[in-house]
């Protein structure tokens, strides 16, 4: 089986920079795309952005395209989502999540994904 472990989370003041890091263990030969999702209270949880194995295909919401970058390690076991320039609506539950059946592109349903580590809070202050 595969675990998936979350750290990197924080406070952080409106207009800072936040680095979540996301590593894989177990058997990780058969992990494709690999993203982040985040859920805050009383809403649902979102795709934020994801990366496919190769790492040529990347994909983010709308609402972080241009301050998000996603970035996956040459193991391909480790996912990074640097955060930057990060407003109060990003306060959330951030997941990792992994994908252990091949897909086309990346997918941004959470149905999509096996793996889910348990998340890390990010709080951003106005």
């Known amino acids: 089986q595969v675990q998936l472990a979350e750290s990197g989370g924080g406070l952080v003041q409106a207009g800072g920079s936040l680095r979540l890091s996301c590593t894989a263990s177990g058997r990780t030969s058969n992990l494709y795309p690999m993203g982040w999702f985040r859920q805050a209270p009383g809403k649902e949880r979102e795709f934020v952005a994801g990366i496919t194995r190769s790492r040529v295909v990347t994909e983010y919401a709308d609402s972080v395209s241009g301050r998000f970058t996603i970035s996956r390690d040459d193991a391909r076991t480790t996912v990074a989502l640097q955060m930057n320039s990060l407003r109060p609506e990003d306060t959330a539950v951030y997941y990792c999540?992994?994908?252990?059946?091949?897909?086309?592109?990346?997918?941004?349903?959470?149905?999509?994904?096996?793996?889910w580590g348990r998340g890390t809070q990010v709080t951003v202050s106005s």
């Open positions: 999540a992994a994908s252990e059946t091949g897909q086309l592109g990346v997918p941004t349903s959470p149905n999509a994904y096996s793996r």
